[in-house]
């Protein structure tokens, strides 16, 4: 009796653990590129930069860059979820320009079809953004 307890214990635990540390599903985990971006109903060119986000089980990292100098104009990375529907950022580092940002939480909606994301919801700036993302990883 006691063997079987401890076991059921044991496998309780460890499922538990693996289930905390799958924060994000294996949908949403790679390499995308920005191929749409509105923000705040204004329609950005995306055409002459090089947008990417990196996102794993845990963490994100988006990068912007200039397609003409290839130098980083921003980035931004922290922590993330994602439960299939509901995407969430946390914050943890900013580029240049973004302090309103710094340690602030953006919750969006996902929706993903193949590969290609749409990302849309309200910053904590109170913009309203709307992004399609394309896998790169995948291409």
């Known amino acids: ?15 538990n653990l693996s289930t905390i540390a799958q924060t994000c599903k294996p949908n949403i985990i790679g390499a995308w590129r920005c191929v749409r971006s509105v923000h705040g109903g204004v329609k950005e060119k995306v055409e002459d930069v090089v947008f990417i986000k990196y996102i794993t089980k845990t963490s994100f990292t ?17 922590t993330c979820s994602y439960d299939g529907k509901i995407y969430v950022e946390n914050i943890a ?10 340690n602030k939480k953006h919750t969006f909606n996902v929706d993903i079809t193949g590969s290609k ?5 309200t910053m904590s700036d109170k913009v309203y953004i709307d992004e399609i993302w394309v896998r790169v990883d995948r291409e």
Do not use: C, D, N
């Open 93 to 102: 580092f900013i580029g240049p320009g973004m302090t309103r940002f710094l």
């Open 117 to 121: 994301m749409h990302l849309y919801g």
């Open 62 to 78: 988006w990068v912007s860059s200039s397609k003409e100098t290839q130098i980083v104009r921003s980035a931004m990375g922290g």
């Open 1 to 15: 009796m006691k063997k079987e307890t401890i076991f059921i214990l044991i496998f309780m635990s460890l499922f």
